[in-house]
């Protein structure tokens, strides 16, 4: 699935030979799964709903020093607002941007709720949701392939999820706005690795009770012609 | 006093004996000259400069008061478990978990382990934030000239790597901030609204519900909109108290954080700490 470089490799990158042909790499990440890739300086990812309102846990962080990652909280206070849509820049915890939402079909996804966990899922719903899957385990397992762990987990992205903010206050997790097909797209600031977890949750409508599978599409060459 | 001389210098050091500072630890603690409980139960007494940090490991049952002291303070605070540092606080689940994004008296500051790190038992200020997180060094470079600990206008995650790197941990231990004493308010389209100070002498009261390791950066809201960088004085007390036990009405005050509580004391009773 991740045909890159390891992000925490220091090797060089400027090895291969340019190309010039930009045929996209799509994957389709079955429901509940995780999924991960480098996509390079210029290059674009968009992620496909391929069934509607299928919550997409995201983090990224800089291909060459994983210290630097998505923030939520700098992400939110550059843009002045907490839901993201085209025009927004995912900004790292040293408010260097790392990728922009260059299209979207939806309108607003969440920056606010992070992943769910076997963990929180105990206190949000009871200790019988306990054996469920869940998106933090998604990013150990995928983390764990390029040498993240669990202090390398921040607050993530919840690309078609719809979490709204009452006056005062009260915020959750409601019915989504997204539909089959719809789709958003981010292009890389600079080299990035991106974690993905499909989230798996069933307890809310984060999914519409049933978890269903999203396509990741990696399209263009990155600033050295190095196609994906 | 002549300072040629290791005798002399040894002499002009021992001479600052006593020298006060508006911001300085009081040590001991109970020498805190108005203590909010009795003497003896205070062990920490600090007042942290604007544009500076502090950090301390408190054990459970600890309480903690941060006091504006001016009206243009604001605490930064990150939490971790004292001896296992990679459960630590999780700003999104405390407010996913509590179906509420502003933090105040009653909430509860959630480890990513489903389990509460401390409470918020008092508040008189009502102006606080999870969702902006602090500062860095890039953004107050550009914002007001100067980002780096040792400058006039230091940035939050700077001050947070240096009290991270005094508890043997690095800037990827440090996850998203909350911050207290400056609010932030969302519209209904997403939209941030900075509402500010409640003003000077506004405490807001923290119980250590285990043992915490707690880094603290005073410095401007990063969506403070002055152009100027404007930091005032934290008084930082803390004292002995109990935890929250069951029966407490905290305990109960809603089922998501009664279940925190329960994985938290199973935690504690399986380790044989509590």
Redesign the interface.
């Known amino acids: 699935m991740n045909t890159s470089t390891p992000a925490n490799t220091a090797a060089p990158m400027t090895t291969t030979t340019p190309v010039t042909t930009t045929a996209p790499t799509k994957t389709v990440v079955p429901a509940r799964a995780a999924w991960s890739a480098v996509v390079r300086t210029g290059q674009t990812l968009t992620i496909t709903d391929l069934h509607g309102n299928q919550a997409v846990d995201f983090l990224v962080y800089d291909a060459q020093d994983t210290a630097v990652r998505y923030s939520a909280p700098d992400t939110v206070h550059a843009q002045g607002g907490i839901f993201l849509t085209t025009g927004s820049v995912l900004m790292s915890n040293e408010y260097t941007p790392l990728m922009t939402v260059v299209a979207d079909d939806v309108g607003r996804h969440d920056t606010v709720g992070g992943a769910c966990s076997k963990e929180s899922n105990t206190l949000r719903y009871g200790h019988h949701t306990w054996s469920q899957h869940a998106c933090v385990d998604n990013f150990l397992a995928e983390g764990a392939k390029h040498g993240l762990g669990k202090r390398d987990l921040v607050s993530n992205i919840n690309w078609y999820m719809n979490v709204p903010v009452e006056k005062d206050g009260t915020l959750g997790i409601v019915d989504g706005i997204s539909a089959p097909g719809l789709s958003l797209t981010l292009r890389a600031e600079r080299d990035v690795l991106v974690l993905v977890s499909n989230c798996p949750q069933i307890n809310n409508p984060c999914n519409g009770f049933e978890p269903t599978a999203v396509e990741m599409t990696i399209t263009g060459a990155d600033d050295r012609g190095i196609t994906a | 006093m002549a300072t040629e001389t290791t005798y002399g210098a040894r002499d002009h050091a021992r001479a600052q004996e006593g020298a006060r500072a508006e911001a300085m630890p009081v040590v001991p603690a109970r020498d805190w000259p108005e203590p909010p409980c009795e003497a003896d139960r205070l062990v920490w007494a600090e007042t942290v400069a604007g544009g500076n940090y502090t950090h301390r490991v408190l054990a459970r049952g600890t309480e903690l008061r941060l006091t504006d002291l001016r009206g243009d303070a604001c605490a930064h605070v990150l939490l971790y478990v004292a001896d296992r540092p990679?459960e630590r606080l999780?700003?999104?689940?405390t407010?996913?978990?509590q179906?509420?994004?502003?933090l105040g008296a009653g909430q509860l500051l959630?480890s990513?382990?489903?389990?509460v790190l401390a409470s918020v038992v008092a508040d008189s200020s009502g102006r606080h934030d999870a969702?902006?997180?602090?500062s860095?060094?890039?953004?107050n470079t550009g914002r007001y000239g100067d980002g780096t600990p040792q400058g006039p206008s230091p940035a939050g995650?700077e001050l947070f790597k240096l009290a991270a790197a005094k508890n043997g941990l690095?800037?990827?231990?440090?996850?998203?901030?909350l911050s207290f004493f400056q609010g932030v308010e969302?519209r209904?389209?997403?939209?941030?609204d900075f509402t500010g100070s409640a003003g000077p002498g506004a405490h807001v009261t923290l119980r250590a519900e285990q043992d915490v390791t707690v880094l603290i950066a005073n410095v401007p809201h990063?969506?403070d909109p002055r152009p100027e960088y404007v930091s005032t004085p934290l008084e930082v007390l803390a004292w002995r108290a109990e935890a929250t036990r069951p029966g407490d009405p905290l305990w109960d005050a809603t089922p998501?954080g009664r279940?925190?509580f329960l994985?938290t004391a199973e935690f504690l009773a399986a380790r044989g700490l509590a």
């Open positions: 990679w999780n700003v999104a689940d407010v996913k978990v179906w509420n994004a502003y959630l990513d382990q489903g389990r969702l902006c997180g602090t860095t060094l890039a953004r995650r690095e800037p990827r231990d440090l996850p998203p901030s969302v209904e389209d997403g939209a941030l990063p969506s998501e279940r925190a994985n």
